[in-house]
């Protein structure tokens, strides 16, 4: 099994390199881009055998403790 992790900026925070990346791909020609968050990716194998929602369990609480900051960013988890 897999775990992602996706962690964004929350919606009301400022997300500076976000807006940096929308103004660099205005200056590159790319039209219509009306907002970019950019955030981070973690991508954690498990071992064969694991038990789902426990891993489900465990990564959320690190996630939430560890992998993010709840104050200013969101985080999705998915188990595949």
Do not use: C
Not at 13 to 34: C, F, I, R, S
Request: glycine content about 8%.
């Amino acid at each position: 099994m897999k775990a992602k992790i996706i962690i964004t900026p929350k919606k009301a925070v400022l997300d500076p390199q976000g807006k940096t990346v929308e103004n660099a791909l205005a200056h590159m020609g790319y039209q219509g881009v009306v907002g970019v968050h950019v955030g981070k990716y973690v991508e954690i194998d498990l071992a064969p055998g694991t038990d789902r929602e426990t891993a489900r369990v465990a990564l959320n609480e690190a996630a939430h403790k560890f992998l993010s900051n709840p104050v200013i960013e969101d985080f999705r988890l998915e188990i595949e």
